[in-house]
């Protein structure tokens, strides 16, 4: 039997009509809407592709959204100063420095200026921190929309193994941590891993973070799992999953696809991070 796809279009869009009424009802609070500023470095296509989505969604639920754009040759002094001057400024609740950013500057800097309080993204030093103790705190949106997919199908993830393959920070990590403070089995998998499948075939839960195309075959895939692909590999004509979409189709119970998978939930995570600056510190 095939596998039933979990659509994270239609979650985000039904994520997005729920926040657009919270923003709503903020404004008669404090009558002001969230801010949320981009700050884009370099002309990299896919980042600047994810950037015009994100003010795109933004729009829709009443964030201000505005895009800070800079050359690739931006000095670090340059860049600092810029987030200086943004977590100073009242208006903006939530500062997203779009990743990868040009080899000369230094990524863990740069995070780690912005003010944890305005940090959309949950990157910053502190809020990794929090995450990791179990605070609430902005959590990466990826991982945290990951969650969210799972749950929406009525999946209790309690009990389950659960196995990620890739520990990146921004993905793997927190997607396990995640997975551990909902109380599944977590088994985290690197380049390092020795037979990868025999693990993977171990998950009733298989999240998988890698960044190479079609790398998980459907005979690495437990029959039955629930399998999240949060790989994008851009070839010309098309987005490739890391996991080979065709083949596991036939064995999971439930598989996000790429595209229309992960992408907009990380989307959406991003505005709820925004509202949730905007409501605990703005
Ligand atoms: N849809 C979205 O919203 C979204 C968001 C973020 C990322 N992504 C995509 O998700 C993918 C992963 O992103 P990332 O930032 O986490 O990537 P990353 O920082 O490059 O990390 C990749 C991870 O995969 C592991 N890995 C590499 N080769 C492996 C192998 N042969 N077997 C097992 N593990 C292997 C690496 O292990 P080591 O640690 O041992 O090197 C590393 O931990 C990319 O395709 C990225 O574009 C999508």
Redesign the pocket.
Known sequence: MQAQIIDGRELAKQTRIKLKKKVNSLYEQKSKYPGLTVVLVGDDLASAAYVRNKEKFAKRVNIISNTIRMPKETTKEELLDVIEKLNNDNDVHGILVQLPLPKHLDESTVINTISYEKDVDGFHIINSGKLLSGQDSLRP??PT?IIKLIESIGVNIEGKNAVV????????KPAALLLLEKNATVTV?????RD?GEVTNKADILVV????AE?ITGDMVKPGAVVID????YTEDKTYG?VKFDEAVNVASFITP??G???P???AQLLENTVKAFELYG
């Open positions: 949106c990826t929309g393959v890739g520990r990146s920070n921004i993905v793997g998998c690197h380049s390092r891993t990868l973070a890698i960044g190479r790398m949060v790989g994008s590999n890391d790429v595209p998978g992960v992408g939930m990380t989307i």
